[in-house]
């Protein structure tokens, strides 16, 4: 089980410059702490002790996870996540 | 219909059919054509509201330099209003928008500020804060946490989108300042408990999400996620996919902004279908498309309009 997951270029350093990375879980909170063994700091960059940090918006095929389940949101195989800085419109 | 003045002109819009986009009879797609305002945007109904707020609220008097923070349609709005009333406008907008933007604003005497491209509207609103610390007098309207923005939905738009569309069953609406979807969907969730209240927020390219520290990211002050029922990302490819579908299709000649609402419209229309349930889906034209020409969304291939659209705020 494989999700590719859309990284900010703000995080990129973490990645080691990659745009786009594969990761695994069964759930939104597994795939980050799956990232954060390969890409360490990353984890603390998108979510404190609250949850996903405020001004960080995650994308689970293009619906925002805060309306499924949050860092418990169930992901598939195949499925595409994007992470995303808060900006304004308007 | 009659007015006294362009600015009694605010609202009353139509919400026309999509016969040839709505995927079924009983599943039916409906657009607010805001485009139909005085300066051609949904943004009329809150820069007239939040100018008229700050009048009665006695912070704007005669003379009054008005300022503001806008990616262009609020801007152009509050120039229109304010020249009719006799105000000065300051704007602060990111340089990379359309250059119809700054044309239509100086048309009617706003002056403009350029923040940088890097970092969208998030560096706009930066620079006005700035400039309100340096100019004490001037009267920062403030859009993205200004109660009459979305006070201009609840009084205005969502009242009329239920009165056209009693069996409304979804709203969609761009997420900017989120006023648009806190003033309608507050509105028709006291009337229709069980409406979906849908918002469709404009994924730019790289360079407009700038580079600065994740921390100093943006939420407008009138968000309140607990309106919605969900969110979408919805990226500059399906959105000019989309905005000409709408064109080609019913004859609407939208902005760029518009093709991502509906791209999320017919996301749910498609639900909708698939569950065998009937809906009735009302969304916001915000503006039409003659601002974005300069940008060539309209022609060629999608690659290319894509390519074109990188890097700028087309939202």
Known sequence: MSVEVRIPTILRPYTGGEKNVSAEGATL??????????????????????????????YLNDEDVRFLGGLETELSDGDSVTILPAVAGG | MRYDSLLDSVGNTPLVGLPRLSPSPDVRLWAKLEDRNPTGSVKDRAALAMIEQAERDGVLTPGCTILEPTSGNTGISLAMAARLKGYRLVCVMPENTSAERTQLLRMWGAEVVYSPGAGGSNEAVRVARRMAEEHPDWVMLYQYGNPANAGAHYAT????????????????????????????????REHKPDVQIVAAEPRYGELVYGLRNLDEGFVPELYDPSVLTTRYSVGPRDALKRVRELLDNEGIFAGVSTGAILHAALGLANKAVKAGEPADIAFIVCDGGWKYLSTGAYEGTLDDAEERLEGTVWA
């Open chain 1, 29 to 58: 909170a597994e795939l980050i702490t799956d990232l954060e063994s390969r890409y360490a700091g990353l984890q603390e960059r998108l979510v404190d002790e609250q949850g996903l940090r405020r001004f960080v918006n995650v």
């Open chain 2, 157 to 188: 738009t969502g009242p009329e989108i239920l009165a056209d569309l009693p069996t409304i069953t979804h709203f969609v609406a761009g997420l900017g300042t989120t006023g648009t979807l806190m003033g309608v969907g507050r509105y028709l």
